[in-house]
């Protein structure tokens, strides 16, 4: 056995059975003993893997004007919660408040700020980074715990963490894949029968052998932030790395070190994340009667919001051009490549009402 978690999966199988692919997300990751984000120093370069808003202060820049825009667009309400789900490191809420704090003081004024975080280790970071901002900061572990009022939430890398469960498609019908041990004592995937979900109905047509993803967890998010939206009042602004059309596949992976890791091999000591779906986000959003202002590729919302403008102003008062010029490349990547951050990731934009908001325009 390679680590505490294994041995702690282990025996939770030896006694329980299989486990499914969902418990087995929320133990690595959220496990109060041995979870990764409990446990390990997941960001930046001697961490495991570098997020947007740790490539580039010009992440939350922009994101800042977003938000300012909106806040004009919805009328300048006079007293706003900014939510952000997930926070990490708390840069890109850093760099957020600095920009709208230099920019708009009257918007700062009227913020309060709310961050959704489960993990106690991230929070005493959190805390670090934003001490400056710390009177008007609260933690919560979820959405429903914030207090009413109106509402923008972000989330960058937020809903790629939460638990997945898989499905097989096989010739004796659709099998839930889940986890086992093998005579050697080792995590193992195996299958079993699923309890019935109605929305496996749309994958059904597909090969035998084809994997495909739900999760419950994330829609039940998804559904506190409409919920929430439709309520209040607000725009919510979900980053991620999806897919904008529901299908089949196996997006599971473990990341150590830069590196891509067997899911299996280091639980507790990797992170894991799955792809989102960015079609059935919206699907939830728009059940709740809210708004899609759009849907695109991080590429064309920064660009939209005039990231390169941004760059080049920076560039001419900085000595590290070339740094500059480098993460905002990374960030953006080109079209050509579906592989770069700038086609991978996408963003999506609900609001309680309908509203033109930068960079997307109604018909
Ligand atoms: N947004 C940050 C960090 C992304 S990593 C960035 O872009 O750099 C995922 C973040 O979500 C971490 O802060 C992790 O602790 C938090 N997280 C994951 N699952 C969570 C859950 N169920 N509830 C609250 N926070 C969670």
């Known amino acids: 056995m390679s680590n505490k978690l294994t041995e702690k999966i282990v025996n939770l199988i030896k006694s329980n059975g299989p486990i499914t692919i969902d418990q087995y997300f929320a133990l690595c990751l959220s496990d109060l003993e041995f979870g990764y984000y409990n446990t390990c120093n997941p960001f930046g370069l001697s961490g495991d893997f570098i997020t947007a808003p740790e490539i580039s202060q010009i992440f939350g820049e922009i994101l800042a004007i977003f938000l300012i825009c909106a806040w004009e ?3 300048s309400p006079q007293s706003v919660k900014l939510i952000e789900m997930g926070p990490g490191s708390g840069a890109m809420m850093f760099d957020i408040l600095r920009v709208i704090c230099k920019l708009r003081p009257d918007f700062f004024s009227v913020l309060s700020i709310h961050l959704i975080e489960n993990s106690e280790r991230l929070r005493l970071i959190q805390k670090q980074k934003l001490s400056s901002y710390i009177d008007k900061i609260s933690w919560y572990l979820g959405l429903d715990d914030v207090p009413s009022g109106f509402t923008f939430i972000v989330a960058n890398e937020f809903f790629d963490s939460l638990p997945i469960k898989q499905f097989i498609i096989t010739k004796d019908g659709i099998r839930e894949r889940v986890i086992d041990i093998n005579h050697n004592q080792v995590l193992v995937f195996s ?11 749309s ?6 052998g084809a994997i495909f993803e739900t999760s419950p967890y994330r829609d039940d998010v998804m559904r506190s932030v409409s ?5 209040e009042g607000g725009t919510a602004v979900i980053i991620d790395y999806g897919h904008f059309r529901s299908g089949i596949g196996d997006t599971m992976q473990a990341i150590k070190a830069h590196r891509y890791d067997h899911p299996l091999m280091n639980p507790g000591l990797a992170d894991l994340t799955s792809h989102v779906d960015f079609q059935r986000l919206s699907s939830i959003a728009m059940l709740h009667k809210l708004y899609i202002n759009g849907c695109t590729t991080q590429r064309k919302f920064f660009e939209g919001l005039g990231i390169w403008q941004r760059m080049f102003a920076l560039m001419k008062s900085s000595s590290q051009s070339k740094l500059l010029l480098d993460s905002v490349r990374r960030l953006m990547g080109t079209i050509h490549d579906k592989k770069s951050m700038g086609e991978l990731f996408k963003v999506l934009v609900a609001s309680h009402e309908k509203i033109d908001l930068i960079p997307f325009v109604s018909e």
Do not use: S, V
Request: glycine share 8%.
């Open 191 to 201: 299958e079993a029968d699923p309890e019935i979900e109605e929305n496996f109905i």
């Open 227 to 231: 919920n929430r939206l439709g309520l």
């Open 203 to 208: 994958y059904c047509d597909y090969t035998y």
């Open 73 to 75: 667009k919805h009328g």
